[in-house]
C-alpha cells in the first residue's frame, strides 16, 4: 500500500505563498495520477488540483486556477502545491490522494479501502 505524507501547511496572510509537499513510499504512481484536495471548516472535502504522474498533465478546479501549481518529481516520488495569492477561502486541511480520477471538470479522490490518502496538513491564510 502506497503511503503518503503532507507538509508545508502553516500560517499565512493575505497575498502569500506556500508549498505544499506530498511524499509516497513504495512507489508505483508511474501508473497513477495524485491528486490535491482540502477541506474547510463546516464544507465537505474538494478536490482542487491533480496531476498524470506518466506525462505531467495537470487539471485545476475554477477557485485556484491561475494561482495553484501542481507538479511532481518522480525521482523523488513527491507531488507538490506551489499556492500564490493566498486568501483566506483557501484555509482548511489539505490531504493528497492516489489514485485520483478528473471527470466532467471535477477531481475525485479513492474509496478506501481503496488507494491511499495522506493524513492532512492544515493551511490558515489571515485576512
Known amino acids: 500500500e502506497v503511503q503518503l505524507v503532507e507538509s508545508g501547511g502553516g500560517l499565512v496572510q493575505t497575498g502569500g505563498s506556500l508549498r505544499l509537499s506530498c511524499a509516497a513510499s513504495?512507489?508505483?504512481?508511474?501508473?497513477?495520477?495524485l491528486g490535491w484536495f482540502r477541506q474547510a471548516p463546516g464544507a465537505e472535502r474538494e478536490g482542487i488540483a491533480c496531476?498524470?504522474?506518466?506525462?505531467?498533465?495537470?487539471y485545476y478546479t475554477d477557485s485556484v486556477k491561475g494561482r495553484f501549481t501542481i507538479s511532481r518529481d518522480n525521482a523523488k516520488k513527491t507531488v507538490y502545491l506551489q499556492m500564490d495569492s493566498l486568501k483566506p477561502e483557501d484555509s482548511g486541511v489539505y490531504y493528497c490522494?492516489?489514485?485520483?480520477?478528473?471527470?466532467?471538470?471535477?477531481?475525485?479522490?479513492?474509496?478506501?479501502?481503496?488507494?491511499?490518502w495522506g493524513q492532512g496538513t492544515q493551511v490558515a491564510v489571515s485576512s
Open positions: 496531476i498524470s504522474i506518466p506525462d505531467g498533465t495537470t
Open positions: 513504495a512507489f508505483a504512481l508511474e501508473e497513477y495520477g
Open positions: 490522494a492516489a489514485p485520483v480520477s478528473y471527470i466532467s471538470g471535477m477531481i475525485y479522490g479513492p474509496t478506501p479501502p481503496f488507494g491511499s
